[in-house]
């Protein structure tokens, strides 16, 4: 049997903890326990921003890879962190996961970095989370907010003040006030107790971050046989429903847990906040394009690849449910 | 380290050493420069050193790796004394000598790793997203010549103290 | 090869080039490095291949060395260790230390409670141990160097009470073990306060009783003080207390972080050394000088034990001896000793985050099983973590005080001198293991 080393750099709590668990035991399963998976979590093996190298060198068979760390070498798969009006967490991960699989810009950059895309996490959408009362986003002005990537650079130009700051100061600078929000999802503000020192949430239902997927080394890929290439794969597939669904659960039970809760508040983005916020997200979209042009590639193709596919699923999500 | 150091006297640190010393200062002061311009600046109105956690990040790297060599020629590294204090001056050379070998095979191992990191951050040209988007390959550039003048440093301490111990000094 | 088996090897090795006195740095490094090469290029069941090991083998050294050097966080332990220079240079401790002889000179050992008080302060705004012995070995042994006191009692006094930054909150640690344990951290920082006052009272008697058995180590002040000199001691405090006050003031109403702390009380104390006229830009390069060679010291060896801790989670040493140790299925009481001794052995040789995150995962799930409370392990575990910071052989807290103090005050001494406190370290675990409600009477209580 082939053991394979996976890295995370999370813990091993916590929803995406256990649908990588789920995906392990079902790889053992279904190849009937010739693909074993050790975990080393909490980047004890490397961290997240190095665990793309782990994977293409060889130091870690399998590994989850944040996009954002990569802007350069994965230049094209962070496509998913943009804040385009996508944030149903199951269209969005099926729309980034085809688009992974067959889209040409897609298959030479993972070639180019020497790896093999599996499938595909969600943050799910960015809410804010605050220590004082925020309704709206003219209330977000002159906050000081811990928020990262071009969801960053939206807030700052509706004129907050964005922080950054190490992820392990960051419940200690929301309790002392040096920061006002941070940038966060529902499943992960419970997750990290950010709720005890910060008791305001925004839900702004805004985005999500989708250039999060797990990855596999080229050579162990490929040395599976036939059998466990297709395990693989399917689990891999199946593992995008399994992730959805402990995903909503694990989110909808936070919010209930929230508003049952009554030190805790939350609020909701009006629709006409909505509006503005997917059009001050569009400066962002460009600039990421412009990045992507000036390396020859057709950003706009590829964007367009990417919004039929969102389409296609919204569509096919409202035939399912 | 106490004992050793009275035997084997430190050698002179070179030219490159000590210049190398002054920048790992001026790096350790820019980082309390950068962070108290930015918290009082952020106190007052708005941060002004753009990108100020990954500036420190890259200072740090100087900080630590561009006085390696310098305090290996001062004999500064800290080891166990307990169990080889009642050596005679000779077991002292010879301990001497079996430390360099092992620090040679570290530091050419680390020397050669750093190498190859420097070099994929060259080619990859991956950058830290932020507003100066600071090039990865800066830093492991840093580090590299660092742990390579390290690696002579080492080298030449070998070569010095397996030479009083022929002369048996 | 078997990993276990080239682990146990791997160790062997470590601890025989630890006894021939080869620098700390190079034995775990070399070592180390040695073993990825072989663990990657050696799979069980086929030859050995270096030239398979090599690529990622180099690939993980380069990695985890250079992301441990390339730290924001871990840029608060340089500043720190430049504070007490500065400090040093500016009269800020001479004046405070004479300030303080002269204020308990009735009190056996006093300086050396004045400065495990002050690494208790200290640990209250730092949340990090080893950043705590930095700053507060640099102040504090010269100082009572100064007056005689015995290099043992100085050194290890405050090797001891740098331990005290995890205990007492806030402390990183403790935000690390809530994320692995998903447990309250405003509950996890209570749980810390009475263990780490617990351990303070506990150090404080430590030199008391050892002042006792021999003054002469902490010599007490002869001479008559006149009401004079009593005001002048007093006034002397008002630089340390300035500059306690604007880092303490300055955390807690949110204008900065404790990393950030450590580059604002820097720039503070040049500030009062500017005002006050004694600090000369000499003194403020020589400061730097003196602070980046120890800084490189310290962190080659932090380095080499980063790269140590990577190879020792490849092996799979830490799940092998749980699931061994979880198969034999012995009582409740047998297991968390048996969980114990564990992290105290782990605690000789790996550093502390690469301890959580390497074992929690492991442990966690056979607490939970016998149905511990999650807080009161988590107090349990920091707590031998410190204790970990102190032993020998790789004590980085006791590397730490050595890297930062004269060197007439040896490894051994430092080793030695913590060894006291060392014994009072295990009564207190034996206390917070025994009394669980010692760790959760705070939390419980708090709603
Ligand atoms: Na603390
Ligand atoms: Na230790």
Redesign the pocket.
Known sequence: STVLRFADYGPNRGVRAEAMEWMASELEKRSDAEIKIDFYWGGSLVGGRDTLTAIESGVADAGTVVGFFTPQQLQAYNIGDLPVENSDMWVGMRAIHDLSKNSETLQEEFEKSGVVYLTNFTSGPVQLICRSEVNSLEDIKNLKIRASGPYADTLETLGAEVISMSQADVYQALDSGLLDCNQNYYYSIDAYRQYEVAPYILEMDWGQNLSFGIFANKFSYNSLNEHNKNVVNETSEDFIDHFYKSLKNSNESAKRKFQEDESINISYLSEEDKALLNESSKLSINEWKGRLESNGVDAEHFLEEYYTLIDNYKIEKTKVE | MGNIELNLPPAQPNRAELFMLNISVIAFYGMAIIVTTNVISRWIGRPIIPDDILLVQELMVIVIMFPLALITACRLHISVDVFTEGLDKKGKKILALLEHSVGLIFLFLLAWAATNGMSKAWSTQEYYSGVLDIPVWIGHFLFTIGILFFLFRLAIMAVYDFRSLLRGV | MDPIFLASIVVTFVLILLALKVPIAYSLGSCASIGLIVYFGWRPGSDLNIQSGLKPALQLIETNAYAFVHSYPLSMIPLFIGLGHIAYHADITTDLYKSLRILLRKLPGGLAIASVNGCAGFSAITGSSVACAAAMGRIAVPEMLKYNYHPRLASGSVAAGGTLGSLIPPSLLFVIYAIFTEQSVNNLFLAGVVPGLLTLVGFILTISIWCTIRPQDGPKLKDDIGKKDKIEAVIGLWPSFLLFFVVVGGIYSGIFTPTEAAAVSLAVAVMIGIARQKLKLSSVIEAGKETVRQTAAIFLIALAAKLFTTFISLSRVTPWILDWLSSIDPPFVVVLLAIVVFYLVI???LDSIGILVLTLPFTVPIMSAYGVDLIWFGVIVIKLLEI?????????NIFVIRGVTPPSVTLTSVFQGAGAFLILDFVVLAMLLSFPVLSLWLPNSAF
């Open positions: 605690g000789m040789f970990g910071l102190i032993t020998p052989p790789v004590g980085l």
